[in-house]
């Protein structure tokens, strides 16, 4: 896992503090240090059918796990937002990992429409609806082979035949799949650095050297 705290990678290693149960199952408090900044991390979990437990590091539940919530500290485990990438993406995506934890399916919302405005506004596709904007995207054959995979696995997880309201209706909260919320901010990391952050630094690197080109007296690059 990230720390939430300063975004070292880490293997976790949980300790358990069971508190007592009720009629939604077996309450325990779990909670690791971060070994590069010592900081804590608290999860709530629920277990249906009895206590967690922990085994090489990581929490075991015995029948239904019905809650894992973070709730220290509150905020993201991803990686910030490249500066580059312009504010009216960057807010609908931070927003969306801020969620993540507490509703993964206002999360998939949010990152449905942030995903929507990234194939509109980046990779000017004509307004439709979500799956048929993947589609002509992917029908260009412009993108990244592995991303192109990724952008298409957004459509086939979240079963936009089963579940249109998610491809035309892309605010709405409704039932997500398993792992479709992070996979939604998986790829969305993946489009801001095709369309901001690799463009940028070729951008850098050409202007570096024009300069060169420009005090040696030869023609700049266009």
């Known amino acids: 896992m990230k720390c939430p705290h300063c975004l070292h990678a880490f293997h976790d290693n949980f300790k358990l503090q069971n508190?007592?149960?009720?009629i939604d199952g077996f309450w325990t408090l779990a909670y690791r240090t971060c070994p590069n900044c010592y900081r804590l991390i608290f999860t709530m979990a629920c277990a249906k059918d009895g206590w967690?437990?922990?085994h090489q590091g990581n929490i075991g539940f015995p029948g239904t796990m019905v809650h894992d919530i973070q709730f220290w500290p509150k905020g993201s485990t991803r990686a910030p937002v490249p500066e580059c990438v312009t504010k009216e993406f960057a807010d609908d995506y931070h927003e969306a990992c801020l969620v993540l934890s507490d509703s993964p399916k206002a999360s998939a919302a949010l990152s449905r429409r942030c995903l929507q405005h990234l194939l509109r506004e980046k990779g000017g596709v004509k307004k439709a609806n979500l799956e048929k904007e993947?589609?002509?995207i992917l029908a260009r054959n412009n993108l990244p082979s592995h991303?192109?995979?990724?952008?298409?696995?957004?459509?086939?997880?979240?079963?936009?035949?089963?579940?249109p309201i998610k491809s035309s209706s892309t605010g709405e909260i409704v039932e997500v799949e398993c792992g479709e919320a992070e996979w939604n901010l998986e790829v969305i990391?993946?489009?801001f650095d095709f369309y901001f952050v690799?463009?940028?630094?070729i951008r850098k690197k050409?202007?570096?050297?024009?300069v060169k080109l420009k005090d040696a007296g030869k023609p700049l690059l266009k």
Do not use: T
């Not at 991303?147 to 579940?163: E, K, M, P, T, Y």
């Open 19 to 22: 508190i007592s149960h009720d």
């Open 52 to 54: 967690p437990i922990v």
């Open 134 to 136: 993947i589609l002509e």
């Open 147 to 163: 991303l192109a995979a990724s952008l298409d696995a957004v459509r086939q997880i979240g079963n936009f035949a089963a579940h």
């Open 189 to 191: 990391e993946s489009l």
């Open 198 to 201: 690799q463009p940028e630094i």
């Open 206 to 210: 050409k202007n570096a050297l024009n």
